[in-house]
């Protein structure tokens, strides 16, 4: 998988930088679309395979409005490209409450209405490359931060894309390859605890750091750790099997208050990926198809889901056993000595260097824990909050802020289809519990 990684933007030739963030516009674009040649057939692009988000058709368009309306907003360019499309596609990124369903009709644009204006849009982008002032540091005020925004916007929806194609009837995607998922699965290795030690954490970019970040990523946060265990693995398929089968599902004392009200609205009995074989088992679903079940990959839970597995192995075990804290997945993250972009290779399952899927959790050994970083993300307990000296970006003031508000918790670590910002030590993204 050819993949650009994110640009340095406070350091060297002011017209070299320029064709690198030209590359890496284009990388982007042409990943994104890459990602859509998975999807067999053009009534999959106004299906709603998850009902509080929006089709396909939504964020094939939405992420080339994205630009434009930056843009416009930051008084880059003055005209719109196509009215009716960034209307129709504007806002979409954060998915409603499980029980708000939005049951509205909308006269989508066709696929090829969209891509002819995605064709637009990256000519436009590239002029405003090729003319707009630029000088080095690029800071919060410069006509490349809005650039940069859209590229690393984009890539959010790369990833939260792909989930919405997993969630397609799997007749209605196709198996592409340059999007492999990883041959090889077996059974799922014994999980134990490690211990780690306690420390000091400081985090919060400031404004002349090197790379590019969202306004929440920005400010200063410091804590003292005490020391914990955390386990040596993240938790695999396998070992979520176990709750399966003890009825971890349907007993309510596992589970939170809103937890609970999940579960049974949704008649939930299993994670979202796990397709019931009609003989007692089970299949995996990957992106692009159905496989045998990989018992020692991740499992890919929501929030709610991982709460109670916790609370039922600390129930089986008579140990303190739950999620970490944002503060201690730092201490953590200080094991992996390469951050991106500044490694030569991965450190791990990230930035698809490997596959279009996860992979085992005893594959990528990062000083004696695993997948600190890649493969899967990984649930907190801490609801994502400001840090001290936070300001909102001017050209976008509802990324972070509507998050803000106790129902949104952190994930960390990035998976393997996280790029750019998302595959970064700093980001922070932070879903409602109940996003998968």
């Known amino acids: 998988m050819n993949v650009t990684q994110t640009t340095i933007l406070n350091a060297?030739?002011?017209?070299?930088?320029?064709?690198?963030?030209?590359?890496?516009?284009?990388?982007?674009?042409?990943?994104?679309?890459?990602?859509?040649?998975?999807?067999?057939?053009?009534?999959?692009?106004?299906?709603?395979?998850?009902?509080?988000r929006h089709p396909l058709i939504f964020y094939y368009g939405h992420t080339a409005v994205f630009f434009v309306n930056k843009l416009r907003v930051a008084g880059v360019i003055d005209e719109r490209v196509d009215a009716r499309i960034e209307a129709m596609m504007a806002i979409g990124v954060d998915e409603m409450s499980w029980d708000d369903l939005d049951t509205g009709h909308y006269d989508w644009a066709s696929v090829a209405e969209v891509q002819e204006y995605r064709d637009k849009v990256r000519a436009l982008v590239d002029d405003v490359i090729s003319s707009a002032e630029l000088t080095l540091p690029i800071d919060w005020s410069s006509p490349f931060w809005i650039v940069m925004m859209g590229i690393e916007h984009e890539r959010i929806h790369l990833e939260t894309s792909s989930v919405l194609m997993r969630q397609l009837p799997v007749d209605q995607v196709r198996p592409h390859a340059e999007w492999p998922h990883c041959p090889d699965a077996g059974d799922a290795p014994e999980n134990s605890l490690v211990e780690v030690p306690g420390g000091s954490v400081s985090i919060g970019k400031d404004r002349q750091d090197a790379v590019y970040g969202w306004d929440i990523e920005y400010g200063t946060h410091e804590a003292d750790v005490n020391a914990f265990k955390a386990s040596r693995f993240v938790v695999s398929n396998g070992q979520f099997r176990d709750f399966v089968e003890a009825g971890g599902y349907n007993d309510e004392s596992l589970w939170t208050d809103e937890g609970w009200r999940w579960r049974t609205f949704k008649k939930a009995e299993h994670p979202l990926f796990w397709v019931p074989d009609g003989e007692g088992g089970y299949r995996y679903r990957a992106m692009l198809e159905e496989i045998d079940m990989p018992w020692n990959w991740p499992v890919d839970v929501n929030?709610?889901?991982?709460?109670a597995f916790c609370n039922w192995e600390a129930q089986r075990t008579g140990k303190d056993i739950r999620l970490p804290t944002e503060d201690e997945w730092y201490l953590m993250a200080e094991r992996v000595e390469t951050d991106?972009?500044?490694?030569?290779?991965?450190?791990?399952?990230?930035?698809?260097?490997?596959?279009?899927?996860a992979c085992a959790v005893d594959r990528f050994e990062q000083s004696g824990l695993y997948d600190v970083v890649g493969n899967t993300w990984q649930w907190t307990e801490?609801?994502?909050?400001?840090?001290?000296?936070?300001?909102?970006?001017?050209?976008?003031?509802?990324?972070?802020?509507?998050?803000?508000?106790g129902k949104h918790n952190l994930i960390k670590g990035g998976s393997?289809?996280?790029?750019?910002?998302?595959?970064?030590?700093?980001a922070r993204y932070a879903f409602r519990r109940h996003f998968p």
């Open 12 to 52: 060297g030739d002011v017209e070299q930088k320029r064709e690198e963030i030209r590359a890496y516009f284009h990388a982007t674009y042409d990943l994104y679309e890459k990602l859509f040649e998975g999807i067999a057939h053009e009534e999959a692009y106004t299906m709603r395979p998850e009902p509080l």
């Open 303 to 307: 929030y709610l889901e991982a709460k």
């Open 340 to 357: 991106h972009p500044f490694w030569d290779q991965a450190p791990g399952n990230i930035n698809l260097e490997h596959w279009a899927s």
């Open 382 to 405: 801490t609801p994502i909050d400001a840090f001290d000296g936070f300001e909102v970006h001017p050209s976008y003031d509802d990324f972070s802020v509507p998050t803000l508000d």
């Open 416 to 426: 393997w289809i996280s790029t750019g910002n998302e595959a970064t030590r700093d």
